[in-house]
């Protein structure tokens, strides 16, 4: 288990029953291959937003059953020709697909966000359509099941946020909110600086926006975690090892004095066991409401 990019989409696990995996492997390929337009290689952001404008447009076009567009690369084609056949075949929504890429292009425009309202509804659009395709699979979409699912995505995005600060400001980004920043007297430009330091000890001000920001990311991998043990069977464990695997990344960060600028926080293979080992046990205890001053 990771929890980095899109690898904390269940692709093609082994627990996942056989007959879902094609879907699962069509929905990622999309998904992967859609952020990597707006993140990867050196396109200008104007070349970038003409393709994901194209993918949205063949998203459509698989949305009122017409045929993938001709115009699209031959690599795009094949994903998209997967993709249609999934959406028929499993009569999933277009809309959570549509929601992804309106993530994306965001993203090429978007370098930062005012306060934890706006990076919620980021994460509403960039994370929770995968939960929400992945119950529309396993046919649980019941108003508690969307709810529980969207929080545990939004967290594990916001459990990416934290480990990726230096990564995304390298980007010219910032996924932590600008009034937290202004909460403890820090700005983008010392959020720079001290990325391009690296140090070994960061400030403690540093220290407690990283906690506050990993506190609202348990809170919400807490506020979710119900579902992962109402699911049965394979969902259920599956996704228990991904809730477990947010928590553990958290727990490796405030063990690393909130410092992903000099060590990432990653999972590693002796980490596996113990995911498996407490995705059989208990839910963990119900959250306590989230602080700004003391996640």
């Not at 337009?37 to 998203?59: K, M, N, S, Y």
């Not at 477990?244 to 990432?264: E, F, Q, S, V």
Request: hydrophobic share 45%; proline share 8%.
């Amino acid at each position: 288990m990771a929890v980095d990019h899109y690898e904390n989409f269940p692709v093609a696990s082994i627990v996942l029953p056989a007959r879902l995996r094609p879907a699962v492997r069509a929905l990622y390929a999309f998904a992967r291959g859609a952020d990597d337009l707006a993140d990867e290689g050196d396109a200008p952001p104007a070349q970038r937003r003409a393709v994901l404008q194209a993918w949205r447009a063949a998203l459509q076009d698989i949305g009122c059953q017409r045929d993938v567009p001709a115009t699209l690369a031959p690599g795009h084609q094949l994903v998209f020709t997967r993709l249609a056949r999934i959406i028929a075949a499993h009569h999933l929504p277009i809309q959570p697909l549509l929601d992804l890429l309106s993530a994306f292009i965001q993203d090429l425009d978007t370098p930062y966000y005012p306060d934890e309202a706006a990076l919620m509804d980021y994460c509403q659009r960039s994370a929770n359509p995968v939960g929400r395709l992945m119950l529309h699979l396993f046919g649980a979409t019941g108003a508690q099941d969307l709810a529980q699912s969207d929080a545990i995505c939004s967290g594990l995005q916001r459990v990416n946020f934290c480990q990726d600060v230096a990564i995304d400001q390298a980007k010219g980004r910032c996924y932590i909110p600008l009034d937290c920043l202004a909460r403890h007297e820090q700005t983008l430009q010392s959020l720079g600086d001290l990325c391009a330091q690296a140090p070994q000890t960061v400030p403690a001000a540093w220290q407690a926006i990283l906690r506050e920001q990993a506190g609202q990311a348990r809170h919400l991998l807490l506020t979710g975690s119900p579902l992962a043990w109402r699911l049965p069977g394979r969902i259920g464990f599956e996704l228990r090892l991904v809730v477990h695997g947010g928590l553990r990344i958290l727990d490796k960060l405030a063990a690393g004095g909130y410092n992903p600028y000099a060590n990432r926080p990653i999972l590693g293979p002796r980490d596996r066991f113990l995911l498996c080992w407490r995705a059989i046990g208990p839910a963990p205890a119900a959250p306590a409401s989230p602080s700004h001053h003391d996640s």
